[in-house]
């Protein structure tokens, strides 16, 4: 999976964590207080009791609380356990929102914003073997350039394997409106890397038509279609 996915199924476990955490904390807290009572409280009122002395919303002691010295005890080191866990599980809820939901957005919007200032740069069309071939190449030498494919978790992991950074459209590169929000018309150059002659072959046809000067090198399969690509507008 990708980073943000990976962040995010560890923040839920720490919150599921924090929550047996102090689950557990107060049916111990709760038994511990009956056994000291001597009989004089019920279970569940005792339970109760540790629920709200260790959510720190307690109204008041227990009648006759202050016979039963060892229960203040307890009851101190639940509200201090109970501080650090419900601590814990609010730093961890805050963390999850911060990175899922809000960094999310930001991220979306920071790439963006640099897709819309794009220009000389080049659109790789599909991530396959091929395709990720001519990214770690164009990584290497430091040119500027898009990625395109229909699969986002592909997408999100080799942003991730790339250390974060890369610039990518989700969608059907051979349509025109990808190619548009892949900035083609501003782009040096296309490569069509796709597993299908066909699919290709729309590429080339769309970014030459949305780019006449736009340098088009295309993968091909079946070398008969070699012609045809170069006839629909392919420079290599």
């Known amino acids: 999976m990708a980073r943000s996915a990976t962040t995010a199924g560890l923040q839920f476990r720490r919150l599921a964590y924090a929550l047996s955490v102090f689950v557990a904390i107060v049916c111990l807290g709760g038994v511990v207080l009956w056994c000291l009572g001597d009989g004089e409280y019920g279970l569940w009122e005792s339970i109760y009791f540790a629920l709200i002395s260790a959510g720190t919303v307690g109204y008041a002691e227990l009648p006759r609380m202050d016979a039963h010295n060892a229960m203040r005890v307890v009851t101190s080191l639940l509200i201090v356990l109970g501080l650090g866990t419900i601590a814990f599980f609010q730093s961890t809820l805050t963390a999850l929102f911060v990175e899922g939901v809000v960094g999310e957005s930001f991220r979306r919007r920071r790439m963006q914003k640099k897709i819309e200032q794009l220009s000389g740069h080049l659109v790789v069309a599909g ?85 006449p000067g736009a340098r088009i090198v295309s993968k091909v399969i079946e070398i008969e279609n070699e012609p045809k690509m170069l006839r629909a507008g392919a420079d290599q």
């Open 127 to 211: 991530c396959g073997r091929t395709g990720r071939y001519i990214i770690e190449e164009l990584v290497a030498i430091r040119r500027e350039f898009l990625v395109i494919d229909k699969s986002e978790a592909v997408l999100r992991r080799l942003n991730e394997e790339m250390g974060g950074g890369l610039l990518y459209v989700v969608g059907d590169a051979t349509e025109d409106h990808t190619l548009l929000e892949a900035r083609v018309k501003t782009a040096f150059g296309v490569m069509a890397a796709l597993t299908d002659d066909r699919d290709n072959l729309f590429i080339v046809l769309s970014a030459r038509a949305l780019n």
